[in-house]
């Protein structure tokens, strides 16, 4: 079992930066692949970053690619993710996930990973 909190989401202010917070218990921190992903009321899941266990690797999604940066913390066992530039089209429900079969690609389906937190609210408005 993982457990994941976030922490972090709140409104902001179109231009504006947030950072979110995601707090992993109950597996080896290390071994595991951290994803970020984001639903807006009416839409499917989206991807948004990830973080992969061995090396640590990333990659996002293009609608966020280079405004927001994914990392991690091995000793904190938390992932970050850094938000810039945030746009109204970022407001969503921001989910934290963790892939824990140490799989040899870092996957950017949500049926890659396993373990789910509770989503943080991010609202993006003037």
């Known amino acids: 079992q993982v457990q994941l909190v976030e922490s972090g989401g709140g409104l902001v202010q179109p231009g504006g930066s947030l950072r979110l917070s995601c707090a992993a218990s109950?597996?080896?921190?290390?071994?595991?692949?951290l994803g970020w992903f984001r639903q807006a009321p009416g839409k499917e899941r989206e991807f948004v970053a990830a973080?992969?266990?061995?090396?640590?690797?990333?990659s996002y999604g293009d609608s966020v690619n280079g405004r927001f940066t994914i990392s991690r913390d091995n000793a904190k066992n938390t992932v970050y993710l850094q938000m810039n530039s945030l746009k109204a089209e970022d407001t969503a429900v921001y989910y934290c996930?963790?892939?824990?079969?140490?799989?040899?690609?870092?996957?950017?389906?949500?049926?890659?990973?396993?373990?789910w937190g509770q989503g943080t609210q991010v609202t993006v408005s003037s």
């Open positions: 109950g597996r080896t921190f290390s071994t595991l692949t």
């Open positions: 996930a963790a892939d824990t079969l140490r799989r040899l690609r870092l996957g950017v389906q949500p049926e890659k990973y396993d373990y």
């Open positions: 973080i992969f266990w061995s090396g640590g690797s990333t």
